[in-house]
């Protein structure tokens, strides 16, 4: 070790030792406060509303809220502003009771949201990963097993013959049936027993998809796809400790990663009745990531698709002319960096194409522009500003009116809250929908005709409001939410705070989590929850009665998180910091954020810096430890995607481009892991099927082999995730070690969380 470091050290050991005799903290008290805040907060915000949920093309909307002792479900009237319970809550219970072997009550169903079937005789509910019907006449239910996001069933290899069984594709008029037959495209009259090949070139490697024949509404032609199978990568899993035998169980399943070969689609054009193929130039689609499923004009005279190039760094709406197959462009995003197409795409054809409503970043901000269909030319723009498109609710084509949402339109506001809105076509009339400055969540009556906005802030308990949309005006206040017991129970909010970017103006928005028992004589440790994800921004914006980061300070830390540059819902240039470069994540922003933090309060302790995050927070808290250990000491790194060509490919390769190429070494935290400095905890659940857990252990395997001391936490049978209470515990203990140099309490004084 050199001088400067030992001296280092031992400077900060000193600083932990005189806050340590000066201020005791990870205490068991301290432990007992952190674990038992859920439970302590836990129902005391009263009349907390979730979003509405409209029954069908009615005026009726149903939402869920807090009561004492759990939670109801509502229906209201907006005609009539009647408001009743949705059902009959302790029947409900019963029947499910009964249905999943599960003792439950009327104002704790295991359920948080539900979808009225049967003209509202029945509802459907999921419960864990059991989809079940309820009969509100006979108050009884059936179950039938659900597939969950990341469980869901392996898609069977590209040119898989479909089954015997399979259903036909009737033409719009019902005079023919199609289907895939010997990797070729087939026809029939309905009740004939023969079939006619309408295609010969398929094959094994080359074959025709059932789900890609689309008819044409006059029945004459139809679009396909022929599809090329790519590489079909496997990851191989060991479940060490099954519950239903002694044995480990070995598995695999599909999964993309960047770089791998794709499954390569052809648009085709048949018609019908002359039996024959009409030849498409691939010229505008010649390398894609992914192609849409086509969709034909109302007068059946061309199709479109959606050409997502591989790197996305090109994105187009493609239209084949039926009669010639002739493939011309609509629209063409160029940028250059990426196309967010994951989350800041929208389309609308508006009169059958000959206008369409399209979303795009080309002017540095992402807005809504109005094009011409036949000139592939923008008309005008719609929206434009310094503000970002959030998303679209509706096109109003009657009217030429689009309502949307948007964030960051008002100067010295949080840039983040949504709002919503109505603008014209031509851009003119903008209309602000929503009043409170708040974050806002509304949802439209199918008609328009309504809305329920249901808005708060981290620090502003909810508010849902019933209101015309014709001109917002307030029909009546839903709920009001009531956290007078939770303040009392000692509940304090967030403190949001703002500091310059590493531009020295952009601002960057995070929040401070206090201990309850915080004392500002005092110098406390700060831990940084990070999760940089460009797909989005994560910074919460909306009230909460328990935060898990709350719990984390708790032992005596100052608990924050923050959204650097990388992260979206800003500016183009913003979001563009992240390109090619995921070990960025911010952090450049990220340490200026603390350290004006430290200069404004004098308990805001910048010597000890710990971090953490699960995923792509587990990357990046990891990358705090190899890229800026000048200023972070401890991590504890959690399911993280550590080298992005391990990882699935849509996200990767959204952000880090294709082919691969030398910017994936560069943020790999694998071939990075030499540089390690300061204490990490690494933690990875066997059975993750969304990061590869080979991916924590390459990690793993570059520190043994450079000699670099860390901790692992292996969960046998675990998912994705940070290792449930096990791991918060371990979490916990790593930082009470790590920045406040004690040693944590034996888990025996904690008998209920070690059962």
Not at 15 to 34: E, K
Not at 142 to 162: D, L, N, S
Not at 273 to 296: C, D, H, M, Q
């Amino acid at each position: 070790m050199s001088c400067q470091r030992a001296l280092a050290a031992a400077a900060f050991s000193i600083a932990i030792a005189v806050s340590t005799l000066v201020h005791a903290q990870g205490t068991v008290a301290d432990y007992q406060r952190a674990f038992g805040l859920r439970d302590k907060y836990q129902g005391l915000a009263v009349d907390v509303p979730d979003g509405a949920v409209w029954i069908g093309k009615s005026h009726r909307f149903s939402y869920r809220k807090t009561v004492k002792g759990g939670s109801q479900f509502v229906v209201v009237d907006a005609d009539t502003q009647q408001k009743q319970p949705a059902f009959d809550h302790d029947k409900l219970a019963a029947a499910l009771s009964t249905a999943t072997g599960r003792k439950l009550t009327g104002l704790t169903l295991p359920f948080t949201a539900f979808t009225f079937v049967d003209d509202g005789k029945a509802i459907v509910a999921r419960v864990d990963t059991t989809s079940y019907t309820c009969s509100l006449d006979t108050y009884s239910c059936k179950g039938r097993e659900a597939v969950g996001a990341f469980e869901a069933r392996q898609p069977p290899p590209a040119c898989t013959p479909p089954p015997p069984d399979a259903a036909p594709k009737p033409s719009p008029d019902k005079k023919w049936e199609a289907i895939v037959r010997g990797y070729n495209i087939a026809l029939r009259r309905p009740g004939e027993k023969s079939w006619t090949p309408l295609s010969t070139d398929g094959s094994e490697g080359n074959c025709y998809v059932l789900d890609g024949i689309v008819w044409a509404p006059n029945s004459l032609r139809l679009a396909a796809y022929k599809v090329r199978p790519g590489f079909r990568r496997e990851v191989h899993y060991v479940e060490s400790s099954p519950e239903d035998q002694l044995q480990p169980k070995s598995s695999s399943r599909f999964y993309a990663k960047p770089g791998d070969e794709l499954d390569l689609d052809q648009p085709m054009l048949f018609d019908v009745g002359a039996k024959t193929r009409v030849a498409i130039s691939n010229a505008l689609f010649p390398n894609p990531y992914e192609l849409s499923r086509p969709e034909w004009r109302a007068d059946s005279s061309a199709f479109t698709f959606e050409y997502n190039q591989r790197g996305h760094e090109v994105y187009r709406v493609i239209e084949v002319d039926a009669a010639t197959g002739a493939a011309r462009a609509v629209i063409s995003e160029e940028p250059k960096t990426f196309f967010t197409y994951s989350s800041k795409k929208y389309r609308d054809d508006v009169a059958g194409g000959r206008e369409v409503v399209w979303m795009s970043e080309r002017d540095g901000w992402n807005h809504l522009y109005l094009y011409d269909g036949r000139s592939a030319q923008v008309k005008n723009q719609i929206t434009k500003g310094e503000w970002v498109v959030r998303g679209v609710s509706k096109v109003d084509e009657e009217h030429r009116q689009v309502w949307f949402s948007a964030s960051g339109m008002y100067p010295g506001k949080d840039p983040y809250f949504v709002d919503y809105y109505r603008i014209g076509f031509d851009g003119s009339g903008l209309t602000r929908l929503t009043e409170a400055d708040a974050n806002h969540a509304v949802s439209f009556s199918s008609d328009m005709k309504y809305y329920v906005d249901t808005y708060s802030r981290v620090d502003l308990a909810p508010i849902s409001e019933l209101r015309l949309a014709a001109d917002g005006s307030l029909v009546t206040v839903l709920e009001r939410a009531d956290i007078t017991e939770l303040v009392k129970a000692g509940w304090k909010p967030p403190e949001v705070f703002v500091a310059a970017g590493r531009d020295g103006k952009t601002e960057i928005w995070g929040v401070i989590f206090r201990p309850t028992t915080f004392d500002p004589k005092k110098k406390y440790p700060v831990i940084e929850n990070i999760y940089a994800g460009p797909h989005s921004s994560f910074v919460p914006k909306s009230f909460a009665a328990f935060s898990a980061m709350q719990a984390q300070a708790e032992l005596g830390f100052i608990v924050v998180q923050i959204d650097g540059m990388g992260t979206s819902n800003r500016s183009k240039a913003f979001h563009d910091v992240a390109w090619k470069n995921l070990k960025d994540a911010g952090f450049e922003d990220r340490i200026l954020w603390h350290k004006a933090a430290a200069a404004r309060y004098p308990w805001y302790d910048i010597s000890r810096v710990g971090i953490y995050g699960t995923s792509a927070g587990g990357q990046s808290s990891l990358g705090a430890l190899l890229f800026h250990s000048e200023f972070y000491k401890a991590t504890v790194s959690a399911a993280g995607c550590h080298d992005n060509r391990m990882d699935k490919i849509w996200w990767n390769e959204q952000w880090m481009g294709w082919p691969i190429g030398p910017q994936y070494a560069e943020s790999s935290n694998v071939d990075n892991a030499y540089r390690l400095q300061g204490a990490l905890l690494l933690v990875v659940g066997e059975m993750d099927t969304n990061v590869d857990p080979s991916s924590t252990m390459q990690v793993v395997n570059q520190l043994i082999k450079h000699n670099k001391p860390f901790d692992l936490l292996v969960i046998p049978g675990a998912g994705h995730g940070s290792g449930g209470a096990y791991g918060d515990h371990k979490r916990y203990d790593f930082f009470v070690r790590e920045l406040l140099g004690l040693t944590p309490p034996k888990w025996t004084a904690f008998p209920k969380l070690t059962q």
